[in-house]
């Protein structure tokens, strides 16, 4: 299925460069198992984001909202 990531950031360090919000949304084609994963990674790991963004060393706030999309 088609899902679209919305992932928005607020108060992050990047680079040592402070800035005050980021939102990045793409499409994937994932599967639902993949989906329930991303969620419980997600709401379980303190650190998600930064263990996984090149040069992100700190985040305020953050959401990740996963949306299905319809097959046309």
Known sequence: ?????????????????????????WISEVDYNEVLSISHNWISSQNFLTKRMKGLSRVGESSLTIEPLEDF
């Open 1 to 25: 299925m088609q899902v679209k990531f919305t992932l928005t950031m607020d108060d992050v360090t990047v680079d040592g460069k402070n800035i005050d919000s980021l939102v990045f949304d």
